[in-house]
Nanobody, 119 residues
Framework: QVQLVESGGGLVQPGESLRLSCVAS????????MAWYRQAPGKERAVVAT???????NYADSVKGRFTISRDNAKNTVYLQMNSLNPEDTAVYYC?????????????WGQGIQVTVSS
């Protein structure tokens, strides 16, 4: 089992920044990809950014150039630095981790954290 706990959300004004953190605990040695997803009201959950165990990253087009995902394997933590936030970034943000054990892929999710961008 892997537990994921997010922190760092809140209410900010347009143009401001936030940094989300997600700490993984439990059977974390086999974690490969970690990611951030978000779900806005009335919309489906969608990927924001991903990072592999080797540090390769990918971003949704809507956040490229504004968001940065990073990973500290020593602290078992993944971060999402969000700059130039706008109201369309308002959503519940979820941390995600995947691992493969005995050839089976396992997915884990955090409980979600609210990010609200409003003037």
């Amino acid at each position: 089992q892997v537990q994921l706990v997010e922190s760092g959300g809140g209410l900010v004004q347009p143009g401001e920044s936030l940094r989300l953190s997600c700490v993984a605990s439990g059977s974390i040695k086999s974690i490969n990809t970690m990611a951030w997803y978000r779900q806005a009201p009335g919309k489906e959950r969608a990927v924001v950014a991903t990072i592999t165990s080797g540090g390769s990253t990918n971003y949704a087009d809507s956040v490229k150039g504004r968001f940065t995902i990073s990973r500290d394997n020593a602290k078992n933590t993944v971060y999402l630095q969000m700059n130039s936030l706008n109201p369309e970034d308002t959503a519940v943000y979820y941390c995600y981790a995947s691992l493969v054990r005995s050839g089976v892929l396992y997915d884990y999710w955090g409980q979600g954290i609210q990010v609200t961008v409003s003037s």
